[in-house]
């Protein structure tokens, strides 16, 4: 474990400070006597935290003249990293993300590096033990995947702030935090929609898996379905049949569907459906997971889509809330958000081929 001293929490929370509020080179940073009250710390450790930024070149101390004080020289600390945050990501060929690994790697490495902490990154697709290893140097954890109990317990025993995303079955036995979207209420969120949208037959498709966002999704379509006493329309495509095979049986009884609940990667199936089949129809469709990116769209008169804010910042930011004072991160549950209808793609109705 990378031991923090004093004066250099200081210096990470001047950094923090820094990055908070946007400062950029040349403006001038607050008075020691000013800071003294923001970093918890004794005027001796806080001098030597400045001494330390200054011969980093990241702060340049003025003593007379006109205009005294410290000024910051340059915002992004990118030399060598005293303290680094270890980003571990598991993936077994077959995991799922709203939010590709890539940007959300850049995102948090980001947020590190502008508060004076490194990232080191490694993925691995099965359980290991020398994770133990690589993790012993570490400041702080943050996990990324299917993680089984017994690492994130060896995990635990390094006593590091740790935060772990995209793993519901370890997070509900163990006390290490966590950062999850709520997908319950991404669901029921978009069925009340449907609802105020004046949609009657209100369907949610999804997969056959028991990967965790699809029960969910399914438990918060049921609460709103039975809040409006409406029946309860699922399709549940098994894997043998694929997606395609399951909506040639499903759709022939449910074509007066209009209200979809589903994920954006099922929308062309389902359109698809339509056109083949002569079927003209006007349904709504909310996508419930958050990547509104739909660039190949084109025929659909009604798209909504549930979005959270960043699963990765907020894990980071709950992490350096944790070692700026001294404490565990804290837990989070993402409340969804419907993009509104200034944003909403307005497109032509789907026309049947025999029209």
Known sequence: MAKILKYDSIRMKILHYIAENNLRPGDRLPSVRQLIHQVDGSMISLRRAMKELEFDGIVELRSGGQNPGSYLK??????????????????????????????????????????????????????????????????????DGWFDDKIVAQLETLRLPMILIGNRKASHKKETA???????????????????????????????DDYYSYNEYEEGYRQAAKEHGMAPIIGCSPREKGLRGFLEEFMPGNTDIDGWLLSHTMFDRVISWYWRNHVTAQPEFIFLDHTPVFCDVIDSPYMRWITFDSIGLTAAGQLMDGLLNNRPP????????????????????????GE
């Open 178 to 208: 966590t950062v999850m979207r709520d997908n319950v209420q991404a669901a029921s969120l978009a069925f009340r929609q449907c609802v105020a949208d004046g949609r009657r037959k209100i369907a949610l498709l999804r997969g056959e």
């Open 74 to 143: 340059r915002s992004i600390y990118s030399d060598k990293w005293d303290f680094y945050i270890l980003y571990i990501n598991i993936c077994r060929g077959n995991e799922k993300s709203g939010e590709p690994l890539e940007q959300q790697l850049g995102i948090v490495t980001s947020y590190f590096n502008s508060r004076g902490l490194g990232v080191k990154f490694f993925s691995v697709s099965s359980i290991e033990d020398d994770i133990i290893l690589k993790a012993h140097n570490a400041s702080a954890i943050l996990l």
């Open 330 to 353: 804290q837990s989070r549950l993402l409340a969804p958000r419907l993009v509104r209808d200034e944003d909403f793609w307005t497109l032509p109705p789907i026309q049947g081929a």
